[in-house]
């Protein structure tokens, strides 16, 4: 395999991983903290909403329901994860592949919270940084905490995948 590849299946590899850490992270705080995750349904439905010029919703859960918005939730869920580490990566290169720190996993996790906070959630009809929830401050600190874990994940996936790999 050549170099190249190593590194793009190391890198897809680190974005699978990470995004599983954060859906881990987010099943534990269901089932133990008694936090409800994301629908990712809804994002489905959000994007399925896409081809008919509709990008941004007043509530998106009454929004028309979209064929396969789960499978389609879920899929861009996991791509995004992908392209977040794969940012990881452009910024700090291959050489992070080989020797992964915890500092830039993080600082990855923390700065991916500009995604929910300025697109995702004001589209959904929830306001900038969840503004127009009932509990914007909670919602923000889950969001920021939830996205930790996923620079978490970013770090542990790393280290596993640069013994099994070796890019």
Known sequence: ?????????????????????????????KR?????????????RWIGHFGRGEFRHEAIARAPKVAGEAAIGWAAHYAIGIAFAAGLVAI????????????????????????PFFVLQPCLGLGVAASRTPAPNKARVRTVVTHLSFGAGLYLTAVITSHLIGS
């Open 92 to 115: 700090w290169g291959e050489h992070w592949l080989r020797n992964p720190s915890f500092g830039p996993a993080m600082a990855v996790g923390l700065a991916t919270t500009m995604a």
């Open 32 to 44: 133990v903290l008694g936090i409800a995750p994301l629908d990712y349904a809804l994002v489905g």
């Open 1 to 29: 395999m050549t170099t190249g590849m190593q590194t793009v299946l190391h890198t897809v590899m680190i974005g699978v991983g990470a995004t599983l850490a954060m859906d881990l992270w987010a099943f534990f705080g």
